[in-house]
């Protein structure tokens, strides 16, 4: 059985050129902003293709999807909340107070998209995070954890953020940046191309730039800008003093030495046999 309709009630969304119908609940819709009720009003969707008939996803009053975009499992648009182009939703998501995701962007787990946010090209984001306050995120974006992104940041290219992360009052990060463990990114920093970032706060107007490696934490106007080359020559002095791969070095050199004696014991032995 179905668990909402299409009803005659229609919207043109003039911006978007599209127009929408108003859905009605055929039965009762436990979601995770409460009970719906049969015979309820809900938001409005293009066609029955942008609200999966199963679980116990719902489009509030005001909410909209259109387009190719999928709301499934147990997500929920409510307050102006819009999905659009080939975007999904899934999980407990919930998009809320002009929270926007589209084009190809995915959100799954426990995130909350709000107050303008807007989630667009192929991002895929997942875990437990709000993403609100004029916060974008584009681009190939890769975020998972528990975190928030908020106060107009920006993240785009291919960052990927994994962790308990907090992005905040204009901070960017970009290009190929990875932001790791427990991390506070805000103040208007920016980290880019392929800096690495992990278990600290980056704050101020400092920017991390190049192949940078910083665990400790930044602020002020630095600038830390380290390139592909010196981060070589830092990791092969690092090898130099590594104990383990030392020790390796021995072992190797020990069996090829028992390689060796057991190889001329051998041939000593054909010897006397011949």
């Known amino acids: 059985m179905n668990k909402y309709a299409l009803t005659d009630l229609s919207i043109l969304d003039s911006e978007r050129g599209v127009t929408l119908y108003r859905i ?161 990114i805000t103040d208007n920093a920016i980290v880019n191309e392929h800096s690495l970032i992990s278990d600290c706060e980056v704050s101020g107007k400092c920017k991390i730039l190049g192949y940078s490696n910083v665990d400790y934490d930044v602020g002020g106007n630095t600038v830390i800008n380290m390139s592909l080359r010196d981060k070589k020559e830092v990791i092969s002095k690092l090898k130099l003093f590594d104990p383990l791969l030392q020790q390796e070095k021995i072992n190797q050199s020990n069996q090829r030495q028992i390689d060796e004696i057991k190889k001329n014991l051998n041939k000593k032995g054909e010897e006397k046999e011949s």
């Open 24 to 184: 009605v609940a055929l039965r009762d819709i436990e979601t995770i902003l409460g009970i719906v009720k049969k015979g309820d009003l809900g938001g409005y969707v293009a066609s029955e293709h942008n609200l999966s008939q199963d679980d116990e996803c719902w489009v509030f009053a005001n909410g909209k999807a259109f387009g190719q975009a999928i709301v499934t499992e147990d997500a929920v648009l409510n307050d102006f909340g819009i999905i659009q182009d080939d975007a999904e939703l899934s999980g407990n998501v919930i998009i809320r107070n002009y929270g926007i995701v589209r084009e190809n962007a995915i959100i799954t787990g426990e995130c909350e998209i709000r107050g303008h946010a807007v989630i667009e090209g192929n991002v895929y984001l997942g875990g437990k995070y709000i993403i609100g306050d004029n916060a974008c995120i584009a681009g190939d974006a890769r975020i998972n954890g528990v975190g928030r992104i908020v106060n107009n940041s920006y993240i785009y290219g291919h960052s990927t953020l994994d962790g308990n992360i907090h992005v905040s009052k204009e901070a960017v990060i970009g290009g190929y940046a990875q932001i790791k463990g427990n991390v506070k």
